[in-house]
């Protein structure tokens, strides 16, 4: 990605964007925020009006369309065989309005995804892909924290198209890539003036004021035994349900279970893969009913230490500061008050 | 970019029964060969049901054939019973870390199993005996839990007439007509026949966990160092290839960083029995 | 060949209307499948074995105890089918009343006297249970899971986490978390989060999921402003008298 100057810095409102959406549509499926009763997901757009801008957070995190909730890796047969061969789905795809947090987990997936064997399907449609990030004003809601883990509220790279709400629907777009330049180039945006240069450095600096969650991960790892042996795990794992829905819809969790499923010939069939969740009891389950971590605390704990980066993921699958686990937790379990906690004792 | 989800070939080419619930595949790869190093697993196929790790059983130095010695216990396993000479299965790897066989030289070998536990062990145990020369005394310790649950008997018996390592084997319980000519007693009451010295050896260890606590204990309080003792551990295992998070014993993933571990690099983790 | 027989107990058939609606489906395995006895299709005499027994419903009189061990007997594999036969199911909500006061209600104060109605209990209380098929009914993915699986031998592959994960991956959002009294965090998945995908909550006719924590989800009931009442019907409307939930249930 070769980064493109200062120079190439336009200025769009949502008539504009709009072109840039067509542009995109003729090359790539384009995904953006959509409305679903309460909440958002990232699904397929036509326009700047299926979406909007101004959405705290979605359902899924945007990493479900690399990683997919579920898919296929293989196809079967068994008769005169066994022959498989790989199915791998892919399509060219723009993530339209990314924030910066589901950016940053993006960015971790793909080195994680790389680590020491290549995820051929992640990397399938990850590589095809175009990101067009959004940078954020402010807190989108009271969940959001990522100002102090360093994973926003402003984007610093890793995009191919980047927008900045300069003024009332008013965007600043930069480009991050030669194919964002080019997609930029089609669509004809007026350049930015200085002002609205200016404006973009303002908000940049504004927005991580006004966070009012601040969370601090730095060494609650494994095996600090501060860690491992406080209390507040027997105390929040009395409320948790082991219900799964803080990792499943987090953007940094990638844990997946792989089973097989027979047509109704049992004969053909496919080999899937599909999210799962360590904060689930079969998580850990081996043959004959043995389990690692039959206890519901150890569960969590295993969880949130993997969420603070201490865990076999590494930095890979910590936590951008999203807020979607403290939203979405029916348990109302927050991984920053929890955090907090466990600094007293560290 | 060769897809690493997708398995290879390989054919049954002959299966012998170990035990009541021990059967030992050997296997012939189509289309290529397996190499690999002992203490190294692969990931088994039976389509239509699932896939399972298995350790690499046989001689990492005999290359047109590898074995698989698998117990009984559910579904893939259970599948693969079923199956017979000629069969053909999925497979892929080798994955993971061995025995540190290269790093031992020079020093004593203690190898200790239990139950299942000695098919991991049984490429480290061909790999020294064939190099002897280059470590001191070798001993193995193999214990399962009744005379007919111990496999690979034979070849126990062969390498014990055979000079360069002492075998001591044991069960937990015999029935009254058994004409078992070995100890009786869990595996680690043969520490007190052990002759290497703690202070210069490596102990490998393979079998249930708990079996692997108590020989760790045992093991720490003869004089062993902790990065001296090396564990296989077992883990519900999906993808091998350290992505699918199954494995994970606290920062460690047994796909990569294992199977094998020092007992150092494991003892503070949480979520274990050892 | 695969020989199945269905039964049934105390229920509605609608699990067995379920097994009907799978239809065309079966089609593909007629050579592979005899279904020797359903009493709701066919006039088959019960025959001496059969290696899969779907049973449908729960225990409820005297003569349905002789009939299950009966079956049981007869039968390899023995399958509780639907949340009647796994759990109770509905039946059992007349467990929490006084049974003279159930039979005036049901059957009137002069009328059947001959009917003898005993505590409502899932097959299991009677005899051992190969599967569960929760469920009421049971989904047609898990009832076609059972029968392959059954047919080749192998385990079923039938989830035991929670409806919460079948619903987070449909990506709808969460009922509970915006004060509706959704079951789904204690309840097993398997019938693809039906009802949280239509806006309703999940009613728990799946019966308890790997570890559930009915005492937590009975403290959320309270914060969102369930009665105990009300908390106390949801808790038994299908599994209350499952092990994991009878003492919060009160039975
Ligand atoms: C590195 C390594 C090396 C190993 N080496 C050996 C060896 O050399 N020999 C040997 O015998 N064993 C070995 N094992 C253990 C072996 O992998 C397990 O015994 C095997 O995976 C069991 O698989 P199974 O399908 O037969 O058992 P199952 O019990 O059927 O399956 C195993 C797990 O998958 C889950 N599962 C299976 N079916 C279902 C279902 N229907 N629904 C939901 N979950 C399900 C279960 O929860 C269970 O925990 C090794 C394990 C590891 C990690
Ligand atoms: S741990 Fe929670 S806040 Fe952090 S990235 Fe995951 S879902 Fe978001
Ligand atoms: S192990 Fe880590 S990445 Fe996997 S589900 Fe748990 S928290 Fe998420
Ligand atoms: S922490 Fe909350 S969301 Fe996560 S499993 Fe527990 S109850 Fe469910
Ligand atoms: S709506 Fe119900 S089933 Fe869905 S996530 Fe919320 S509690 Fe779970």
Not at chain 1, 57 to 67: A, C, D, G, S
Not at chain 1, 253 to 277: H, K
Not at chain 2, 206 to 225: H, Q, T
Not at chain 3, 147 to 174: Q, T
């Amino acid at each position: 990605m070769s980064v493109v100057g200062s120079m190439n810095t336009f200025i769009a409102d949502l008539h504009d964007l709009d072109r840039l959406v067509e542009v995109a549509r003729s090359r790539y499926s384009v995904y953006a925020p959509v409305r679903r009763g309460r909440g958002y997901v990232f699904s397929k757009i036509e326009g700047m009006s299926d979406t909007d801008l101004r959405y705290n957070r979605t359902i899924l995190p945007p990493t479900k369309i690399f990683h997919r909730p579920k898919e296929v890796l293989l196809r079967f047969q068994l008769a005169d065989g066994p022959e498989f061969g790989e199915v791998v789905e892919v399509e060219p795809m723009m993530i339209f309005g990314v924030h910066a947090c589901d950016l940053n987990a993006i960015l971790r997936l793909d080195r994680f995804f790389t680590r020491r064997f290549e995820d051929p399907y992640y990397l399938a449609r990850r590589r095809g892909s175009v990101v067009v990030a959004l940078n954020c004003n402010g807190p989108r809601d009271e969940y959001c924290f990522c100002a102090s883990l360093g994973t926003g509220p402003t984007v610093y790279g890793g995009y191919d198209i980047l927008l900045t709400e300069v003024r009332d629907r008013m965007f600043l777009v930069e480009a991050g890539s030669e194919i964002g330049a080019n997609l930029i180039d089609e669509a004809r945006f007026r350049r930015a003036s200085m002002s609205d240069m200016e404006a973009k450095k303002a908000v940049a600096s504004t927005a991580k004021r006004e966070f009012r969650r601040y969370a601090d991960f730095r060494s609650l790892s494994y095996p600090v035994i501060e860690v491992l042996a406080h209390t507040v795990w027997d105390e929040e794992a009395d409320k948790c349900f082991s219900c799964g829905n803080c990792s499943l819809v987090c953007p940094t969790c990638y844990c997946y279970e792989i089973y097989d499923t027979l047509d109704m010939d049992l004969n053909s069939g496919f080999r899937v893969r599909r999210l799962d969740s360590c904060q689930l009891y079969g998580y850990a389950e081996v043959a004959l009913g043995g389990n690692f971590r039959k206890s519901r605390k150890a569960r969590l704990r295993h969880w949130m230490v993997c969420k603070f980066g201490g865990a076999a993921g590494g930095e890979l699958s910590s936590c951008v500061g999203c807020g979607r686990c403290i939203f979405y937790c029916p348990a109302r379990i927050d991984i920053t008050s929890v955090a907090s906690r466990l600094r007293e004792a560290v | 970019m060769t897809n690493p989800y997708i398995p290879m070939k390989a054919e049954i080419v002959s299966i012998k029964t170990e035990t009541r619930d021990i059967k030992t595949f050997r296997l012939k790869p189509l289309g290529g060969k397996l190499k690999f190093e002992a203490g190294q697993f692969v990931e088994v196929s039976v389509f239509g049901v699932g896939e399972a790790p298995i350790s690499i059983s046989s001689d990492p130095d005999v290359d047109d054939y590898f074995e698989l010695s698998v117990r009984r216990v559910g579904s893939v396993t259970g599948a693969l019973f079923k199956l017979s000479e000629g069969a053909i299965i999925g497979v892929r790897g080798p994955y993971g870390r061995g025995w540190p066989l290269k790093e031992s030289e020079g020093m004593d070998v203690l190898i200790v199993g239990g139950g299942c536990g000695a098919a991991p062990l049984r490429p480290a145990i061909l790999k020294l005996l064939r190099s002897r020369d280059r470590y001191g005394r070798i001993e193995l310790l193999y214990g399962a839990r009744t005379p007919s649950d111990v496999m690979y008997m034979e070849e126990f018996e062969a390498i014990a007439e055979g000079s360069g390592c002492r075998v001591l084997l044991t069960v937990d319980t015999i029935a009254p007509d058994n004409r078992w000519r070995y100890s009786v007693g869990v595996v680690t009451s043969l520490f007190d026949k052990i002759s290497v010295n703690p202070f210069r050896s490596v102990a490998l260890v393979c079998g249930p966990e708990i079996m692997m606590m108590y020989a760790v204990r045992d093991l720490l309080r003869l004089g062993f160092k902790p990065e001296n003792i090396y564990l296989s551990m077992e883990r519900r295992m999906r993808c091998g290839l350290g992505f699918c998070g199954h494995c994970q014993i606290g920062r460690k993933y047994v796909c990569l960083d294992g199977p094998v571990f020092s007992y150092s690099e494991i003892a503070p983790m949480p979520d274990k029995i050892v | 060949m695969l020989k199945i027989g269905l039964f049934k107990f105390s229920s509605c058939s609608g699990c067995q209307l379920s097994f009907l609606r799978l239809n065309e489906k079966l089609l593909d395995l007629v050579d592979k499948l005899d279904i020797a006895y359903w009493v709701m299709v066919s006039d088959n005499d019960v025959e001496d074995s059969y290696d899969v027994a779907f049973v449908e419903g729960s225990i409820s009189t005297p003569e349905d105890i002789y009939s299950i061990k009966d079956v049981r007997a007869r039968s390899k594999v023995l399958i509780a089918f639907g949340a009647c036969a796994s759990f109770g199911g509905l039946n059992s909500i007349r467990n929490y009343m006084v049974q003279k006061d159930v039979e005036k209600i049901v059957y009137g104060s002069s009328g059947a006297l001959s009917v003898k109605s005993i505590i409502s209990y899932p097959i299991d209380f009677y005899v051992d249970v190969d599967i569960y098929l929760g469920g009421c009914p049971p989904s047609l993915s898990d009832i076609l899971e059972v029968i392959k699986a059954s047919i080749l031998g192998f385990k079923p592959r039938l989830p035991d986490y929670p409806v919460c994960v079948e619903c987070k991956l449909s990506e709808n959002e969460c009922l509970l978390v915006n004060g509706e009294p959704c079951m789904g965090p204690i309840i097993r998945a398997g019938c693809g989060a039906l009802c949280p995908s239509l806006g309703r909550t999940c009613e728990g006719c799946y019966g308890p999921q790997a570890d559930p924590n009915p005492n937590s989800l009975a403290d959320k009931f309270r914060e969102i402003g369930l009665s105990e009442d009300e908390i106390l019907c949801r808790l038994r409307k299908y599994a209350g008298m499952h092990r994991d939930f009878r003492g919060i249930a009160k039975l």
